[in-house]
């Protein structure tokens, strides 16, 4: 019963782990080059649309499984007597821990800066997509980072 426990916690790290990675790659590759192409006025309406949906029950569920689990996954494995990965698990954990905190602690604000920032003449607009894009894009591409490394020691600890 512990077996099946333990491989389905580390089922589910692999899967919200997995999910993080996906957002955050296609983050960086894709949507923001895409509103790189935009002018401020529609970068800031589109970016403030997505950081006004995005924290859902669904993402936040997920944001906040993966470290969970992965952490869960770490600790149910410790003392057990057959060969474990515990190395990997716990690198796993390590770097999803590491994604959430360069979320909260990089992303988040400057979210919540762009969402007050005056926006109403183009200079404003201008001003407001200076302060947030690189700053938020370097974060973003820290979190890809982390959350793909987080997700690939995952799963090579469940290979072994």
Excluded: K
Aim: proline fraction near 4%.
């Amino acid at each position: 019963m512990f077996a099946f426990a333990s491989t389905a916690v580390l089922a589910v790290s692999l899967i919200t782990n997995g999910l993080l990675a996906g957002l955050f790659f296609v983050f960086s590759c894709a949507i923001c080059p895409g509103f790189r192409r935009m002018d401020d006025r529609s970068y800031v309406r589109a970016f403030r649309a997505i950081n006004r949906t995005i924290p859902n029950v669904w993402f936040l569920s997920v944001f906040c499984a993966a470290p969970l689990t992965a952490i869960a996954s770490a600790i149910m494995i410790i003392g057990r007597e057959e060969p474990t990965p515990l190395g990997w698990l716990v690198a796993g954990a390590a770097c999803s821990v590491l994604t959430f905190v360069i979320t909260a602690a990089g992303n988040v604000p400057l979210n919540r800066a762009l969402e007050v920032a005056p926006a109403d003449t183009e200079q404003q607009q201008c001003r407001a997509r200076q302060d947030f894009e690189a700053r938020w894009n370097t974060w973003n591409h820290a979190r890809t980072l982390s959350s793909i490394v987080a997700l690939t020691a995952l799963a090579i600890s469940s290979t072994g």
